[in-house]
């Protein structure tokens, strides 16, 4: 990479490949999921990744980029340390607080690499693809704040 704007492709598409694998485990953390507010909780992460996927795909088009042909290392290892926690633990409530960080993990990564891309953008004067970045930032930030919410209120007391 030689300048801003490669780094920039490069940032959207390790964040296409971390939406992308995210499709392919967020069902098994539904799967997994014992609470049902949790279960849904995910389920809808998971409608909400798809379309994080499809505005990636869309920016990447207007920028005439092929967002594809990377794998997030980072988000390759989150999701194998969420799968082998998942084996590993036996207690229902302690497997749900568990994925929830496991979860917010994803959701930190995920804010992270958001953020970045946002402020990228806007340095290099895609104003419009900014805000579109800047939607999926703040469904991220939505999504940790509602497993918080989940954990604090009932998930972590229950697995004490």
Excluded: W
């Excluded at 980072?74 to 568990?98: C, N, P, T």
């Excluded at 960080?101 to 895609?126: C, M, N, P």
């Amino acid at each position: 990479m030689k300048n801003l704007e490669e780094l920039f492709e490069h940032q959207l598409k390790d964040l296409y490949s971390a939406e992308d694998q995210l499709t392919k485990a967020l069902p098994k953390m539904v799967e997994n999921a014992t609470d049902a507010k949790l279960k849904k909780a995910f389920e809808d992460h998971l409608k909400e990744t798809k379309n994080h996927k499809t505005r990636l795909e869309e920016i990447c088009k207007e920028l005439d980029i092929n967002p594809k042909g990377e794998t997030c290392k980072a988000m390759k290892g989150l999701i194998k340390e969420a799968e082998s926690f998942m084996e590993e633990v036996k207690d229902k409530e302690v497997l749900d607080a568990g994925m929830i960080a496991e979860a917010q993990r994803v959701e930190h990564y995920e804010i992270s690499g958001y953020g970045t891309a946002v402020r990228y953008a806007k340095e290099l004067g895609h104003d419009d693809i900014a805000k579109k970045l800047k939607k999926t930032l703040d469904e991220e930030y939505g999504a940790d704040d509602k497993l918080n919410d989940i954990a604090e209120k009932r998930l972590n007391r229950k697995a004490k």
